[in-house]
């Protein structure tokens, strides 16, 4: 099985910052894209940003800018650093891998998600 373990969420206030990180362990092959989804109280859960094994980068308009996704490959680790925090920025984040086991088709994996609160 392919676990993500996310960590470094918590309370912050406007214009603060915060840094993500999720570590993928388990029977992994190879990781394609890596990203992070965050998901607000009575909202549809939203791609915030994605990165690919190859460095490319997408970010959702609302945090371009303010967000930077990064990823290291040896360790099977993304990261989020976000910057200049609003509190629409509150929200459950998760972790998402596509991985592949060496077998079978390529899954989409996520982690239990860690909660940013930006609040004064």
């Known amino acids: 099985q392919v676990r993500l373990v996310e960590s470094g969420g918590g309370l912050v206030q406007p214009g603060g910052s915060l840094r993500l990180s999720c570590a993928a362990s388990?029977?992994?092959?190879?990781?394609?894209?890596m990203g992070w989804y965050r998901q607000a109280p009575g909202k549809q859960r939203e791609l915030v940003a994605s990165?690919?094994?190859?460095?490319?980068?997408n970010y959702v308009d609302s945090v371009q800018g303010r967000f930077t996704i990064s990823r290291d490959n040896a360790k099977s680790t993304v990261f989020l650093q976000m910057k200049r925090l609003q509190p629409e920025d509150t929200a459950v984040y998760y972790c998402?891998?596509?991985?592949?086991?060496?077998?079978?088709?390529?899954?989409?994996?996520w982690g239990q998600g860690t909660q940013v609160t930006v609040s004064s």
């Open positions: 388990g029977v992994i092959f190879r990781i394609n894209a």
């Open positions: 998402n891998a596509e991985a592949w086991r060496g077998y079978g088709p390529t899954i989409d994996y």
């Open positions: 990165i690919t094994s190859g460095g490319s980068t």
